[in-house]
């Protein structure tokens, strides 16, 4: 069975800093990882996703994560957090035709 | 990628009522999904809708209480039925282009349901 951990429900930073949301995923075949963004009161928005190429994936808005097929993760980070970038933010491992979905990380920016 | 809205874009509804939500694309999609996001947590899938078939529903979810039309490949709606407070969410479609495994799911912006 797949599925996808998301370590910390909530996650603040300051404005201008490191962010830094994780991942895990469960898989027991190649996965297909990835991340989607839902601001407030909007649907879910693809920022990035990994199908087995290159292992560092970069996605909209300066956003990128990493396939570490040995941790099994796929961390999402963007080295200066804007104020923008508050959201809820979700995970997601696909399996044959069914996406699995975390809980969700609420990244608040601090000014 | 496409396209994708979403009818009512919220609405509030008595108990026992149903209402019914439409997604409606740009461009023909082979794969549709309906998804359901409770307050405060992830995606649960309903059920898939293709077309020309029934849907297939996930398990806890049953066809008389979220019955799902696909009349073709750039529309589908979901109804709620005799809704009850527990019914209150947001319902997502979502929607797969034919080809690779590899492809995305795209989301429409949701109907935020709250039943009173």
């Known amino acids: 069975a797949q599925s996808v951990t998301q370590l910390g429900s909530h996650v603040s930073v300051s404005e201008g800093a490191l962010v830094l949301l994780r991942c895990n995923y469960s898989?027991?075949?190649?996965?297909?990882l990835f991340w989607y963004v839902q601001y407030p009161n909007q649907g879910l928005q693809l920022l990035l996703k990994?199908?087995?190429?290159?292992?560092l994936v970069k996605g909209i808005n300066g956003f990128e994560a990493e396939f570490k097929k040995s941790e099994t993760s796929f961390h999402l980070t963007k080295p200066s957090a804007h104020m923008s970038d508050a959201a809820e933010y979700f995970c997601?491992?696909?399996?044959?035709?069914?996406?699995?979905f975390g809980t969700g990380t609420s990244l608040t920016v601090i000014p | 990628s496409a396209v994708i809205s979403q009818k009512p874009s919220r609405d509030i509804c008595q108990r026992g009522t149903s209402l019914t939500i439409q997604c409606q694309v740009d461009?023909?999609?082979?794969?549709m999904f309906w998804y359901r996001q409770q307050p405060g947590q992830s995606l649960t899938l309903i059920a898939t809708?293709?077309?020309?078939?029934?849907?297939?529903?996930e398990s806890g979810f049953v066809i008389d209480k979220f019955p799902i039309s696909r009349p073709n490949l750039t529309f589908s709606t979901l109804t709620v039925s005799n809704m009850s407070p527990e019914d209150s969410s947001i319902y997502l479609c979502?929607?797969?282009?034919?080809?690779?495994?590899?492809?995305?799911?795209?989301f429409g912006p949701g109907t935020r349901l709250l039943v009173l």
């Open positions: 979502s929607v797969e282009f034919a080809g690779s495994l590899q492809e995305t799911q795209y």
């Open positions: 898989s027991s075949v190649p996965p297909y």
């Open positions: 990994y199908t087995s190429a290159a292992t």
């Open positions: 997601a491992v696909r399996s044959g035709n069914q996406f699995y």
């Open positions: 461009s023909q999609v082979t794969m």
């Open positions: 809708a293709n077309q020309g078939s029934e849907a297939t529903y």
